[in-house]
């Protein structure tokens, strides 16, 4: 079992590695949109350093893994979902009688804190007809377009290939 000034070096460096890692992206990100101008300028200090330092004070997030294996299905998924949500969204506005149910759906999800969760929160997001609203645990309140719809199952559907994406350990006990 590691000492407790073991785990304390073993945070300090991932902290350590992710503020290199922020800067040095940051700064990357900013010779991309400057063009390769305004490396000099005190506003690239700031947000270079800015955004490195904010890593220093945020709370260490768990490791993930993705599955590259996983991305290609999941992109096709993503997209096939999107254009169909886009073209009933088009349909709905479009529609004299515009067809609308809105309302708030409640779904308990299975994923854990952290990246996974997160990213099934944004795809949701993204996709036509649904906005993520609230998370509370597990509890995940969601804004959809039309409540008659299988919403609960297209969720289902989408955390499915989320879980695919993502290499998720076994769930700290706070988790559940």
Do not use: C, K, N
């Amino acid at each position: 079992m590691p000492s407790v000034s073991t785990a304390r070096f073993s945070r300090r460096g991932a902290r350590v590695r992710r503020f290199v890692a922020t800067l040095v992206l940051a700064a990357l990100l900013w010779w991309v949109l400057t063009e390769g101008q305004g490396l000099a300028s005190p506003f690239f200090w700031l947000a270079v350093l800015g955004a490195a330092g904010a890593t220093l004070v945020l709370p260490l997030s768990r490791p993930f893994g993705l599955r590259p294996t996983a991305l290609p299905r999941f992109a096709g998924y993503f997209l096939r979902a999107s254009v169909m949500g886009g073209v009933d969204v088009a349909r709905r506005a479009l529609s004299p009688a515009m067809p609308l149910e809105p309302g708030f759906v409640r779904y308990t999800t299975s994923l854990p804190h952290g990246a996974a969760l997160t990213f099934f929160m944004a795809v949701i997001s993204l996709l036509p007809g649904t906005l993520s609203v609230r998370l509370q645990g597990r509890l995940l309140t969601i804004h959809v377009l039309d409540t008659g719809l299988p919403i609960r199952e297209s969720l289902e559907a989408l955390e499915s290939h989320v879980s695919r994406v993502f290499v998720m350990g076994p769930r700290p006990e706070d988790d559940r």
